[in-house]
């Protein structure tokens, strides 16, 4: 993979966030390998995290397409929790509001995938003691401010 010290470097940060939430936001260009380190990284930190495991693609990645609205990530989010679709509130911040309910308390690892920015995920965060991987294209400084997250800024690999 030729992403060992990256690797390594996620793996620490979940490792000293064992209490607590915690935050880590892998940047970059498109096709650095954003998604396949986040993929690696929670394979490999999966057993710290005995509550379950949750991988979403949010599809902001691509300009030319509308990235996955918040109400919609969250209610896939919720279904995968067990929520029933018919069940899932109808607004986007009673839908966040059982989300972070649902994650409260809980050791889970959420992974979201191709955020445009940090508004497209900042409903998506949970407050909970588990860890939360990010992946963009964009710097998303406001989630660095908001949650003190960790940032990993993935450049071209040199072979």
């Given at each position: 993979?030729?992403?060992?010290?990256?690797?390594?470097?996620?793996?620490?940060?979940?490792?000293?966030?064992?209490?607590?939430?915690?935050?880590?936001?892998?940047?970059?260009?498109?096709?650095?390998?954003?998604?396949?380190?986040?993929?690696?990284?929670?394979?490999?930190?999966?057993?710290?995290?005995?509550?379950?495991?949750?991988?979403?693609?949010?599809?902001?990645?691509?300009?030319?397409?509308?990235?996955?609205?918040?109400?919609?990530?969250?209610?896939?989010?919720?279904?995968?929790?067990?929520?029933?679709?018919?069940?899932?509130?109808?607004?986007?911040?009673?839908?966040?509001?059982?989300?972070?309910?649902?994650?409260?308390?809980?050791?889970?690892?959420?992974?979201?995938?191709?955020?445009?920015?940090?508004?497209?995920?900042?409903?998506?965060?949970?407050?909970?003691?588990?860890f939360t991987i990010v992946t963009s294209r964009d710097g998303l400084s406001a989630l660095v401010i908001r949650y003190q997250a960790h940032v990993v800024t993935l450049g071209p690999r040199v072979h």
């Amino acid at each position: 993979m030729g992403r060992e010290a990256e690797l390594a470097e996620g793996a620490a940060f979940s490792a000293a966030s064992s209490t607590g939430p915690s935050l880590l936001l892998l940047t970059g260009t498109g096709g650095v390998g954003k998604t396949v380190l986040a993929s690696r990284l929670a394979r490999d930190v999966a057993d710290e995290y005995p509550d379950g495991q949750l991988f979403i693609d949010l599809e902001g990645a691509e300009d030319s397409k509308d990235p996955l609205a918040p109400r919609e990530a969250l209610a896939r989010l919720l279904v995968a929790l067990g929520v029933a679709a018919d069940s899932v509130p109808p607004d986007t911040s009673a839908c966040a509001a059982l989300y972070r309910s649902m994650l409260a308390g809980r050791r889970m690892l959420v992974v979201l995938d191709n955020a445009r920015d940090s508004a497209h995920v900042s409903d998506l965060i949970a407050g909970s003691d588990g860890f939360t991987i990010v992946t963009s294209r964009d710097g998303l400084s406001a989630l660095v401010i908001r949650y003190q997250a960790h940032v990993v800024t993935l450049g071209p690999r040199v072979h």
